[in-house]
């Protein structure tokens, strides 16, 4: 792929408008070559879009916007994100939180381990040795993130640390064999689905450390429903492929 691969930050956003600005700030301050956001704004009524086209219109060769009127879950604004960084021809595309929870210091080290290895995905992950969670996570959040992990890997055997993961670097190449754009399911559900194409694709999934950092500005976006679609979601793979 080579120094100037062009790689796209997929950042889905709804009611960002705080964070948008500081994180291509954080991603400007990089200096990576061929690096862009694009921003996948759900009609945010917080003026989140606005600020995106501000970013753009300053920028157009760091920030691109993607306006979606339907807020319609995780999944779909990543599939319409990655479907519009693809047609762009994006060698590398990334997937990161809004919300500042995903350190962008990492991002580096992600891209060079996708250049230099076989690996098809990259992970930032908060559990392989020197990974870790901001103290201010809550111990309820804590211990759902690790009973996700550790359910997800014993129903669908991935062997990955951090399954449920929202902070990835995919090759172009490997989201295109995966079919990403007929991937059903949404919220956090949505990237195990991911990870489980890729291994059952037999691609190579690596693991980075990362510090995971508690949101400061806005609300989570968890809610019951995202939550029970992530409970049965391993159940319908694995069924589906007996």
Known sequence: ?????????????????ENLPVLAALLSDLKLPGLQMLVVDDNSP??????????????????GVLHRTAKDGLGRAYIAGISRALDEN????????????????????????????DAAVVIGSRYVEGGSAAEEWAWHRRLLSAFANIYVNTILRLHVKDATAGFKAW????????????????GY??????????????????????????????????????????ALMPWKLRFKRS
Do not use: C, W
């Open 1 to 17: 792929m080579g120094e100037s691969a062009k790689i796209i930050v997929v950042v889905p956003t709804y009611n960002e408008r």
């Open 46 to 63: 917080d003026g989140t879009g606005d600020v995106a086209d501000g970013l753009a219109k300053a920028a157009p060769e760091a920030v």
């Open 90 to 117: 994006a060698d590398i595309i990334i997937q990161m939180d809004a919300d500042l929870s995903h350190p962008s210091t990492v991002i580096p080290t992600m891209v060079e381990t996708l250049q230099t290895t």
């Open 171 to 186: 090759k172009a190449d490997t989201l295109r064999a995966i079919d990403v754009a007929t991937i059903q399911s949404n």
């Open 189 to 230: 559900s949505f990237q195990v689905e991911m990870n489980y194409r890729a291994v059952r694709k037999g691609f190579r999934i690596a693991e980075v450390p990362i510090r995971f950092e508690e949101r400061t500005v806005g609300a989570s976006k968890m809610s019951l429903k995202v939550q029970l679609e992530s």
